[in-house]
Every structure is written in structure tokens, then in C-alpha cells.
Nanobody, 127 residues
Framework: QVQLVESGGGLVQAGGSLRLSCATS????????MGWFRQAPGKEREFVAV????????DYTASVKGRFTISRDNAKNTVYLQMNSLKPEDTAVYYC????????????????????WGQGTQVTVSS
């Protein structure tokens, strides 16, 4: 049984930082690209960041580049999202997701490609 469990969300003031974690089980972690997505109230879920299975390739949506960093620890089957310089517009439920890849450098921002999803963790940034 595959499980993805996010943690690390919370309430933070604008300009602050949070580190999200997503612990996985039940899958061969290194074979999966891992993505972070978010959904703000009244909006559709959107791509935030992705990291390839090998960890060598990353991609970010434009609005978080330079502020967020995605990383993974394949020994711990965990992916992280370090979020700095947070803005009120970053307020959302953040989800991690796993996408099986044919090679270690594979990644995609396309939600429809992801096989497994976590339950989400709330991030609220106050102004």
C-alpha cells in the first residue's frame, strides 16, 4: 500500500520560512519523480516544484523560483520543500505526489501524470 504523508505546514508571517516534508512508503522511491502542488481557496490546484528520481533535475513554477527549494533524501524515502520569503499569495493546501519515471532524470509538472497523492498540509501566510 502506497502512502504519502505531508507535514510541516502551519501559520507564518510574510517573509518567514517553512519546510514541508513528504514521507513515502510502499513504493520504490528512487523510481519516482516527486512533485509539490498547491491549491488555494477558490482556485484550481497548481504545480509548484518537481524533482527527478535521481535528484539531479528540478523545476519550479515561476512564482516560487528563487524562494522555494525542492530536495529529496532517497535513503529516507522523503521529499522536502523549503519555502523562504513566504508571501500571502503562497497560502494554500500543499500536496506532494509521486510519478513513476522511466529513467532517473525524468520529471514532469503535469498533474495528470502523477500516480499517488498525499492528503495535503495547510500553509497560511499572514500579511
Amino acid at each position: 500500500q502506497v502512502q504519502l504523508v505531508e507535514s510541516g505546514g502551519g501559520l507564518v508571517q510574510a517573509g518567514g520560512s517553512l519546510r514541508l516534508s513528504c514521507a513515502t512508503s510502499g513504493l520504490t522511491f528512487i523510481r519516482y519523480a516527486m512533485g509539490w502542488f498547491r491549491q488555494a481557496p477558490g482556485k484550481e490546484r497548481e504545480f509548484v516544484a518537481v524533482i527527478s528520481g535521481s535528484g539531479g533535475v528540478t523545476d519550479y513554477t515561476a512564482s516560487v523560483k528563487g524562494r522555494f527549494t525542492i530536495s529529496r533524501d532517497n535513503a529516507k524515502n522523503t521529499v522536502y520543500l523549503q519555502m523562504n520569503s513566504l508571501k500571502p499569495e503562497d497560502t494554500a493546501v500543499y500536496y506532494c505526489a509521486a510519478d513513476w519515471g522511466p529513467r532517473g532524470s525524468y520529471y514532469t509538472p503535469a498533474q495528470r501524470e502523477y500516480d499517488y497523492w498525499g492528503q495535503g498540509t495547510q500553509v497560511t501566510v499572514s500579511s
